[in-house]
């Protein structure tokens, strides 16, 4: 089936601790996405890859660092550097505007990150 | 900037009524896409509908239909025969085709509660 994967659904980290958030993807597609969700709020952009070896600053990038060494994977490390990272953390995928096609996001389950 | 409104931060409706959730967006573009998701409360992101621009006829899933008023920027959701299982957030999105940057743009987000 395919599909994106986030791991582990839940993580506990103490304070000033880097953590990494797992995303990997076997859509095919091109682009992925890192977006901060807090309680009864909204998405917000973190970082987001159109193709490997690239990626650019969303909304929220400070205290955040990504790579994109393969196509299929997107790991966000949430640095001791973030104010305030206790959130839920979703990732998506989509093809890109080359595709030329409607290019909705598909996204994974998330990760809730507590640091105490 | 293009900018996505929903105005009803959170509605409730008994089960089998039908409730329109309310969206707005800004844009000078032509051509773009116009998504709503739902989030329920496992938070897995679910796309309901997506509508083309240059499409006239309102898109339909089920019992899902949306009334894309294009000269007035409006994009509404419409649930027929509501059920349980649509207790969630429900989130409308726009992308341009021609921002290129393959980002999507969230609304806040509207609670909808099914009532038994």
């Known amino acids: 089936d395919g599909g994106i994967t986030q791991s582990p659904k839940y993580l506990f980290r103490k304070e000033g601790q880097n953590v990494t958030l797992s995303c990997e993807q076997n859509?095919?597609?091109?682009?992925m996405y890192w977006y901060r969700q807090d309680p009864g709020q909204g998405l917000r952009l973190i970082y987001y890859?159109?193709?490997?070896?690239?990626?650019q600053k969303g909304d929220i990038a400070e205290g955040y660092s990504v790579s994109r060494e393969k196509k299929e994977s997107f790991p966000l490390t949430v640095t001791s550097a973030q104010k305030n990272p206790t959130a839920f953390y979703l990732c998506?995928?989509?093809?890109?505007?080359?595709?030329?096609?409607?290019?909705?996001?598909?996204f994974g389950p998330g990760t809730r990150l507590t640091v105490t | 900037a293009q900018t996505v409104t929903q105005s009803q931060p959170e509605m409730s409706v008994q089960e089998a009524e039908t409730v329109t959730l309310s969206c707005t967006y800004d844009?000078?573009?032509?051509?773009?896409?116009l998504f709503w998701y739902k989030q329920p409360p496992s938070r897995q992101m679910i796309l309901v509908i997506r509508?083309?621009?240059?499409?006239?006829q309102n898109a339909t899933e089920n019992r899902f239909s949306v009334n894309f008023q294009k000269a007035a920027k409006s994009f509404s959701l419409k649930i027929s025969d509501s059920q349980l299982g649509d207790t969630a957030m429900y989130f409308c999105?726009?992308?341009?085709?021609?921002?290129?940057?393959?980002?999507?743009?969230f609304g806040k987000g509207t609670r909808l509660h099914i009532l038994p």
């Open positions: 998506a995928s989509s093809l890109t505007w080359t595709s030329g096609t409607s290019y909705e996001q598909y």
């Open positions: 890859s159109q193709i490997v070896n690239d990626f």
């Open positions: 859509l095919n597609h091109d682009a």
């Open positions: 509508q083309e621009a240059y499409k006239q």
């Open positions: 999105a726009f992308n341009a085709f021609m921002n290129r940057d393959d980002k999507i743009i």
């Open positions: 844009t000078s573009e032509n051509n773009y896409y």
